[in-house]
């Protein structure tokens, strides 16, 4: 069976002013470099209501569909635009990870990349934050979670920004270890290692700014790949950001494109020694054009390695 890439047009649809990291430039890069590779291209759902109801209350998402501007942008945070098609676009960006969860415990397909924007681990219960909305790789878990009845769920979030909204919305969910590494110090400010959840599932792993490779590597194999070992998921959903990069220009962590290889080619080991293997990977930052699509691909290359 073939890695799944879930993603949908719509994704394109969500625009952000001119000069915008978050920009439509960056699905469009990736998705011409993942082009030559032998995936199975599945079309992003729009996610249920009750889908994004999981995690964040009826208010908030009554509040994100009445700021949708009938053109032009709205601004709902100090960097966060809607655009017309931004509902849209967080819809199927929810309704992917929903899909790949599907997939992937369902048989369907061994791993799954959704390449989807907005982003999610930002987004907080009732706030959307730092270009994100719906917090999706937290609401990949929760579906796992309530709806298939899984008992275990790991997240990885490797984004170099702290994913402080998967954090929120799973603070109080034992039934989900959280691990979470960042450039500290570094908007948006959180995720100190006191940081740790209501169960401490939580695992915070801030890395100095300057740091690369060696450091990166020291501290999944000393905390992180041993956490995962300990508490044993039945799925690895994976935070992917790729703006710890050395290329990007949103942050100063050191990282090569190897080593978004080498992360993903771990955490897929971890996968098949714990899970099957099942692993669901959903995009989250990069904001240089040329690194983001390389290390991305570099990343779904491991999954497909992985399926084999
Ligand atoms: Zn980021």
Redesign the pocket.
Same mark, same amino acid.
């Given at each position: 069976m073939k890695t799944a890439l879930i993603t949908h047009a719509d994704c394109l649809g969500h625009v952000t002013p001119d000069g915008h990291p978050e920009r439509v430039a960056r699905l469009q890069h990736i998705l011409h470099a993942l082009e030559p590779l032998d995936l199975n291209r599945v079309t992003a759902p729009m996610a249920a209501e009750d889908d994004i109801l999981r995690i964040h209350p009826a208010d908030y998402l009554h509040d994100i569909r009445a700021a949708r501007p009938t053109d032009g942008f709205k601004q709902i945070d100090g960097d966060t635009f809607m655009s017309p098609g931004s509902v849209d676009a967080a819809f199927r960006a929810a309704g992917a990870v929903v899909r790949a969860v599907d997939m992937v415990l369902g048989g369907e397909a061994p791993n799954a990349f959704c390449a989807i924007r907005p982003p999610g681990h930002h987004a907080e219960t009732s706030t959307a934050m730092g270009f994100c909305l719906f917090g999706n790789a937290a609401l990949a878990a929760k579906h796992a979670l309530d709806h298939h009845g899984l008992n275990r769920v790991a997240v990885v979030d490797f @984004?170099?920004?702290h994913g402080n909204g998967t954090q929120d919305l799973l603070w109080d969910e034992a039934r989900a270890l959280v691990i979470t590494s960042q450039q500290m110090p570094l908007w948006p400010g959180s995720g100190r290692v006191d940081e740790d959840g209501a169960h401490g599932q939580i695992l915070n792993i801030p890395l100095a700014p300057g740091s690369g490779s060696a450091e990166m590597r020291a501290a999944y194999e000393g905390q992180a790949f041993p956490r995962l070992r300990a508490f044993q998921p039945e799925l690895l959903i994976i935070s992917a /950001?790729f @703006?710890a990069h050395q290329d990007d220009p949103?942050?100063n962590l050191n990282w090569s494109t190897g080593d978004f290889a080498w992360i993903t080619s771990a955490l897929c080991s971890l996968a098949r020694e714990l899970c099957d293997g099942r692993i669901v990977s959903t995009l989250? /930052? /990069?904001y240089d054009l040329n690194a983001l699509s390389a290390a991305t691909k570099a990343h779904v290359e491991e999954l497909m390695k992985a399926a084999t």
């Open positions: @984004d170099v920004h /950001g @703006d949103l942050a989250e /930052g /990069g």
